[in-house]
């Protein structure tokens, strides 16, 4: 079973940089897909960023290409997520998920597992 803790939300100012952390606990690095998403009042879940731990691979929303990055920290079984150049349109509440068999790293529906995500205020 499958665990997700999301760390580090909070505000920051336009061009200012927040660090998201997703503790996992019971996850496969070599098995499962591991994504980033946030999403807005009113607005759909969106996907921001995706890694595959056991390939490297990495994919990003065409939104935060460039600003953000994701990567994972092997040693505590932890995916973060730095955010650069924060713009007001990057509020809301972003949440890690986790699965296997992902085909699109990028689509909320392909992930079972979630988070309970942690809230981002860009001013």
């Known amino acids: 079973h499958v665990q997700l803790v999301e760390s580090g939300g909070g505000s920051a100012q336009a061009g200012g940089s927040l660090r998201l952390s997703c503790t996992a606990s019971?996850?496969?690095?070599?098995?499962?897909?591991v994504g980033w998403f946030r999403q807005a009042p009113g607005k759909e879940r969106e996907g921001v960023a995706a890694?595959?731990?056991?390939?490297?691979?990495?994919w990003y929303g065409d939104s935060v290409r460039g600003r953000f990055t994701i990567a994972r920290d092997a040693a505590q079984d932890t995916i973060t997520l730095q955010m650069n150049d924060l713009k007001p349109e990057d509020g809301g509440v972003y949440y890690c998920?986790?699965?296997?068999?992902?085909?699109?790293?990028?689509?909320?529906?392909?992930?079972?597992?979630w988070g309970q995500g942690t809230q981002v205020t860009v001013s």
């Open positions: 019971g996850f496969t690095p070599e098995r499962d897909d």
């Open positions: 890694i595959s731990p056991g390939s490297g691979r990495r």
């Open positions: 998920a986790a699965d296997s068999g992902v085909v699109d790293p990028l689509t909320a529906f392909e992930y079972h597992n």
